[in-house]
């Protein structure tokens, strides 16, 4: 009997060290790994369900003619952090998230840094905190997949509906999209489709239909979301000294969203682009 009993303390002593060294590594990891953030919006109500804190990461490789941030193109830009100091500065709004709220990281383009955001996002859950993960669906795809692997939502921004019209009005490739699209379809990662409308542009009946289509071939779709191209991003491209490629463009007007929701048969609520 002593010896079973000492046996059985031996493997419960081996036990709680394995656990302390999993504990150990995940403090590690959290110290350890760095992102380069850009900034924080502390409670954000468009960018997923809920009350959210909205972490907006540094570096973009795309050019989108409508960008709103082109202050976060720069990989060299931003302020390096800790997954650890992200995650206390997202805790200091947790009694505000309810239910539905959590954190959401954007950009810039998040899959440029996705070891940050994988490991943001294991940590973020582990505390019970829902994950979503803003993005335009381009980067490296087994980057995106340990990315996916912690996260609770999907907003992905389809931008155009030609592999043409994105090499041309953003610098990027339709397929690789797709690709993604289809990698959050086969991991059952619930997806919100977004679309900004540019007058001239992405206004036209015909494109709204081809998005749609677009977006309802992935199973995981939950919503298609119209979003109105606004100019309040002129002031970022004069201070950076940077031509605005759509200067004199009008903003979109929450009549012609609504009218696009009809035509693709869906009703829906006008949500700014930021």
Not at 78 to 89: H, I, N, W
Not at 100 to 117: I, K
Not at 149 to 162: E, I, P, Q, R, W
């Amino acid at each position: 009997m002593a010896f079973n009993s000492g046996i059985a303390c031996f493997l419960l002593r081996e036990r709680v060290m394995t656990m302390e060294k999993k504990q150990l590594k995940t403090e590690a990891d959290c110290t350890a790994v760095t992102g380069r953030v850009h900034s924080f919006q502390s409670l954000g109500a468009v960018d997923g369900p809920g009350l959210r804190t909205v972490v907006f990461l540094q570096g973009c490789p795309l050019r989108c003619v409508y960008c709103h941030n082109p202050d976060t193109w720069p990989t060299d830009g931003g302020e390096v952090l800790t997954v650890q100091e992200v995650f206390e500065k997202v805790l200091r709004y947790r009694p505000y998230f309810g239910k539905t709220g959590g954190v959401t990281v954007s950009g810039g383009e998040p899959l440029l840094q996705w070891h940050f955001v994988a490991e943001l996002f294991r940590v973020m859950r582990q505390a019970g905190i829902h994950t979503a993960l803003d993005t335009s669906g381009i980067g490296d795809m087994e980057g995106a997949r340990a990315v996916l692997a912690h996260t609770d939502l999907v907003l992905c921004d389809l931008k155009f509906a030609t592999e043409d019209a994105y090499a041309q009005y953003c610098g990027g490739s339709l397929r690789a999209v797709l690709s993604f699209l289809k990698l959050t379809e086969e991991l059952h990662v619930p997806l919100w489709i977004r679309h900004v409308v540019v007058p001239g542009l992405t206004d036209g009946e015909a494109h709204a239909q081809a998005i749609a289509k677009l977006g309802r071939q992935f199973s995981n779709l939950e919503k298609l979301e119209l979003l109105p191209f606004q100019t309040l991003c002129q002031s970022k491209y004069d201070a950076l000294g940077i031509p605005f490629p759509l200067h004199g463009c009008p903003p979109c007007s929450d009549e012609t969203i609504q009218e696009l929701y009809g035509v693709i048969g869906q009703k829906g609520t006008c949500s700014n682009e930021e």
